[in-house]
C-alpha cells in the first residue's frame, strides 16, 4: 500500500531520506532474510538418495541363521543389471526352508512391510517416512504444498497489513514461522509435516511482503534499489549458509531445529521494531505518527518545523484501480498479459532449477553453495544492466538465456555431470538477475492508479508457477529431459514476447489510464498536467515518488 500524502512526504524528507535511523531499520529487515532461504530449500538436502530393499524380515521366521545376502537373495528379484529390485519382493509363504532353498519363489509383490536403508547414517525426511517407490511423489508434493503456502499467505498477510499495520503483522509472521519451523522437527507423520511446512511458507510470505513494505516507506525512492538488493543479497547468503548448515548436520530434526530456532532471537523486535508513519497517518493514527517521527528524527539528528507536524492530518487513501482495469485499455491488457507470462516463466524456472539441485550430477552441497553465491552479482549487474541496455532489452535477454540454457542441458549426457551444473549455475545467474528485472519494470509499467494491482496479479502468477514447479519435476518419469524441455522452451517464448512491451529507462511514470497512451510513451497532454501538479506541489520529496522514473 503506498501512501500518497504530501504532508508525510514533506516531513519524511525533512526527516532525512537514509539517516542512521533508516540504516538501522533496514539492517532489522535484513536479518530476517537469512532464514527464509533456509526453510524455501532445506528439504534438498534432508531426502538424500538412499539404496533401498523392501523389508523381508518374514523370512527370519523359518530361517534365523541365515545371513543378510542369502536373505535378500532368497527374498528379492533381480532387475536387468542383476541388482536388488528395490520397490518389489517376492510374496511370502507358508513354506519351510528346504522348500524355499530348493523350488525358489516366483510370485511378486510390492513391498508390504516397509523398507531397509543399509547405508544410511543419520535419520532423513526419506528414511523416517519412506519416501521411496510409490511414496516418492510425496517429496515434489511436499514442496509444492509449501509453495502453495506462500500463495496463501501473500493473499491473507498482505490486506492483514493494510488493516493491523507492518509491525504487528512482521511479528506475527516471526511468531509462526519460528514455531511452526521448530514444530516440524517433532512431527509424527508425513501429513502433519506438510500441514507444517504450509503454515511456514505463509508466513515466509508475511515476512517478505511486510518488511519489503515497511522499508520502502521509510527509505527515500533514491535508496530504495539499495535496500531493496541488500535484502535479496542476505537471501542469497542464506542458500550458501544452508549448504553448510546441511554438510555439517545430517539428522533432518536437528537441522530443521538449526535453521528455525535462531528466529527467535529476534523477538527483540518487540521492542525496537518502529510501525510505518505513513501507515499511521492514514489510518488516523496522528499522535502515535507524530511520535515515531520524533523519534526518526532525534536519531538522524535532525529538526521536523513544528508547523509541519502541526499540518499533519488524516488522509483517505484512494480507491486502487480494480482488476478489470487492466483488461479495459489494449495497452495495458498487452502489459498485463505479457508481464503475468514474464512472472510465471521466471519463477518457474527459477524454482525448478533450484529445486532440482540434486539432479545435476555433482556434490550437492557445493552446487547449493554455488546456486547462492551466483545470485549476488545477478541482482548486483541488474542494476548496471538496465542502466546500460534498458528494461525490455534487458529483460527479453535474460529470458532468452535461462531458457535457451535449459534447453542444451537437455543435449548434456549423463557423463558429464560438470558441464551440467556449470550450465545450470549459468541459468541460476540469468533467471536471478530476468527476476530482479521483473520487479522493477513492472513497477514502472503499471500506472500509478493500477499499479499495486497490476503487479500484485504478476506476483500471484509467480506463486502459481512456484507451486507447478516441483510438480513439473515428476514427469522425469517419463522422460528425463521433459521438465528441462517444459522451462526452457516456455521462458524463450516469455522473452521473445517482452519485445512487444515498451522501454521505461529515462521516462516519467504514468499515473492514470487515460487517453489509451502506453506508459513509457505519455501523451504531451497528459506529461504538461502531470508537470503542472508537480509544480504546484511543494517540494519533490518523497511524496511525488511515484510520478518519476526510477533512478538507481
Known amino acids: ?26 539492517l532489522l529487515t535484513l ?3 537469512f532464514s527464509l532461504s533456509f526453510h524455501q530449500f532445506c528439504q534438498l538436502f534432508m531426502v538424500p538418495h538412499e539404496p533401498h530393499h523392501c523389508n523381508t524380515s518374514w523370512i ?50 510390492k513391498c508390504s512391510s516397509g ?46 497489513s493494510d488493516r493491523m499495520g507492518r509491525r504487528p503483522v512482521i511479528l506475527i509472521s516471526i511468531f509462526l514461522q519460528g514455531l511452526f519451523g521448530v514444530a516440524i522437527a517433532f512431527v509424527p507423520h508425513f501429513d502433519v509435516y506438510m500441514a507444517f511446512r504450509c503454515v511456514v511458507g505463509a508466513s515466509v510470505a508475511g515476512i517478505t511482503m511486510t518488511i519489503l513494505a515497511l522499508a520502502t516507506e521509510w527509505v527515500g525512492v533514491s535508496h530504495r534499489p539499495k535496500a531493496v538488493l541488500t535484502s535479496h543479497c542476505c537471501f542469497a547468503i542464506g542458500q550458501m549458509i544452508l549448504a553448510g548448515l546441511s554438510y555439517g548436520i545430517h539428522n533432518w530434526r536437528l537441522l530443521q531445529i538449526a535453521g528455525s530456532a535462531p528466529v527467535f532471537a529476534l ?57 478489470l482495469d487492466l483488461f479495459r485499455k489494449k495497452h495495458l491488457r498487452k502489459v498485463t498479459l505479457v508481464m ?18 540434486t539432479n545435476f550430477g555433482l556434490d550437492i552441497y557445493l552446487t547449493q553453495l554455488a546456486f547462492g553465491a551466483v545470485e549476488i552479482p545477478a541482482r548486483v549487474g541488474c542494476i548496471f544492466m538496465l542502466q546500460w541496455f534498458g528494461r525490455k532489452k534487458t529483460q527479453a535477454v535474460l529470458l532468452i538465456l535461462s531458457g535457451l540454457i535449459c534447453l542444451i542441458i537437455i543435449g ?76 526452457g522452451s516456455a521462458t524463450v517464448v516469455a522473452g521473445l514476447l517482452c519485445f512487444l512491451l ?45 510520478t518519476k522514473s526510477t533512478q538507481f
Open 412 to 487: 548434456i549426457p549423463e557423463d558429464q555431470p560438470m558441464v551440467t551444473t556449470v550450465l545450470a549455475t549459468i541459468g541460476k545467474f540469468t533467471a536471478t538477475a530476468s527476476f530482479s528485472t521483473s520487479y522493477i519494470y513492472s513497477a514502472e509499467l503499471f500506472p500509478t492508479v493500477v499499479r499495486q494491482t497490476g503487479v500484485g496479479l504478476c506476483s500471484m502468477s509467480a506463486r502459481l508457477a512456484g507451486i507447478i514447479a516441483p510438480l513439473m519435476l515428476l514427469l522425469e518419469r517419463y522422460h528425463p529431459s521433459i521438465p528441462m524441455a517444459i522451462f
Open 267 to 323: 523477538f527483540f523486535y518487540i521492542w525496537v521494531l518502529p510501525e510505518s508513519a505513513r501507515w499511521l497517518v492514514i489510518k488516523g493514527r496522528i499522535e502515535e505518527a507524530k511520535k515515531v517521527l520524533q523519534k526518526a528524527a532525534s536519531i538522524n539528528k535532525r529538526t521536523i518545523p513544528p508547523e509541519l507536524l502541526e499540518q499533519l492530518k488524516p488522509e483517505t487513501q484512494p480507491k486502487p484501480g480494480s482488476t
Open 60 to 109: 527370519r521366521a523359518v530361517g534365523p541363521n541365515l545371513t543378510e545376502e542369502e536373505q535378500l537373495n532368497l527374498t528379492l528379484p533381480r532387475d536387468a543389471d542383476g541388482a536388488y529390485e528395490q520397490c518389489s519382493m517376492y510374496s511370502p509363504v507358508d513354506w519351510d526352508l528346504d522348500s524355499i532353498v530348493a523350488y525358489g519363489l516366483n510370485a511378486t509383490e
Open 340 to 357: 503475468t507470462c514474464t512472472w510465471f516463466v521466471n519463477s518457474l524456472v527459477y524454482y525448478g532449477l533450484s529445486l532440482n539441485v
Open 115 to 160: 523398507w531397509v536403508y543399509p547405508s544410511a547414517q543419520a535419520p532423513s525426511l526419506l528414511t523416517e517416512f519412506d519416501l521411496v517407490c510409490d511414496r516418492k511423489d510425496l517429496n515434489d508434493i511436499s514442496q509444492s504444498i509449501y509453495m502453495l503456502g506462500m500463495f496463501l499467505g501473500s493473499m491473507i498477510f498482505g490486506p492483514l
Open 31 to 33: 536479518l530476517p532474510c
Open 1 to 26: 500500500m503506498q501512501l500518497p500524502m504530501s504532508g508525510v512526504g514533506e516531513i519524511l524528507k525533512a526527516v532525512g531520506d537514509f539517516g542512521p535511523f533508516q540504516k538501522w531499520l533496514v
Open 502 to 546: 515498451p522501454e521505461t529507462r529515462g521516462t516519467d511514470l504514468v499515473d492514470d489510464t487515460r487517453d489509451g497512451c502506453p506508459p513509457a510513451q505519455v501523451c504531451e497532454d497528459a506529461n504538461s498536467s502531470s508537470e503542472n501538479e508537480h509544480v504546484k506541489g511543494k517540494g519533490g520529496g518523497q511524496d511525488n515518488e511515484y
